[in-house]
């Protein structure tokens, strides 16, 4: 069992979809003992990756440290604290949204990339902890993994934070209209999702 869940969610609408859904699987995890953190990217200060590679040059498991002084370091240190991450966007235009793809891209620090070799390699294939991936789309559920590209994203983003995804929450017609509650069905198993973390 989790004693540390931290959550990293990319919507721009507090009490919308994806947020009420994730606080549904720490509430989860709470009540088995787990302490939870919150991070809302947009309250954030997270700059755009500069693509210098600085932080993929040097050898070795650990991650590479970037130099951009934003909040970016201070998430990552929660994460490292955690045994368990849930991964949340909403689908907008297709994919993750932009403030989730931008910290996607911050975690460039977890490959190995020197000048010279042609792709990068993962600097560990440990996956230490659980990630649960949470998405919502306006479209139908099942077609989320096939119509857009979030679950890779956060397949991707749950790599390379050292989790192994242990649950999928894909929530689909989201977009009925402008105040949409989550159904009960998905709020039960996001609680349960969380308690088995």
């Excluded at 994730?22 to 954030?44: F, H, P, Q, S, Y």
């Excluded at 500069?50 to 370091?73: L, P, S, V, Y």
Aim: with cysteine.
């Amino acid at each position: 069992m989790a004693r540390k869940v931290v959550a990293i969610v990319g919507s721009y609408r507090k009490g919308g979809t994806v947020d009420t859904t994730v606080d549904a699987v720490l509430e989860g995890a709470r009540e088995n003992g787990a302490e939870t953190v919150k991070i809302c990217l947009i309250d954030r200060r997270i700059e755009y990756c500069r693509n210098c590679r600085e932080c993929t040059q040097a050898a070795g498991k650990r991650r590479g440290q970037c130099g951009i002084a934003d909040d970016m370091q201070a998430i990552l240190r929660e994460v490292d604290s955690a045994d368990a991450v849930v991964l949340g966007s909403p689908v907008n235009f297709f994919n993750v949204t932009a403030v989730f793809r931008t910290f996607l891209e911050r975690l460039v620090g977890c490959v190995y990339w020197p000048w010279g070799q042609a792709a990068p390699k993962p600097r560990t294939k440990a996956h230490a902890r659980k990630a649960v991936l949470v998405a919502s789309m306006a479209a139908p559920r099942m077609l989320m993994p096939l119509a857009t590209g979030a679950p890779r994203a956060l397949k991707m983003a749950a790599e390379c934070l050292g989790a192994k995804t242990v649950a999928k929450l894909w929530i689909g017609l989201a977009a009925q209209d402008a105040e949409a509650k989550v159904p009960e069905r998905v709020l039960r198993k996001a609680r349960k999702v969380g308690a088995e973390l």
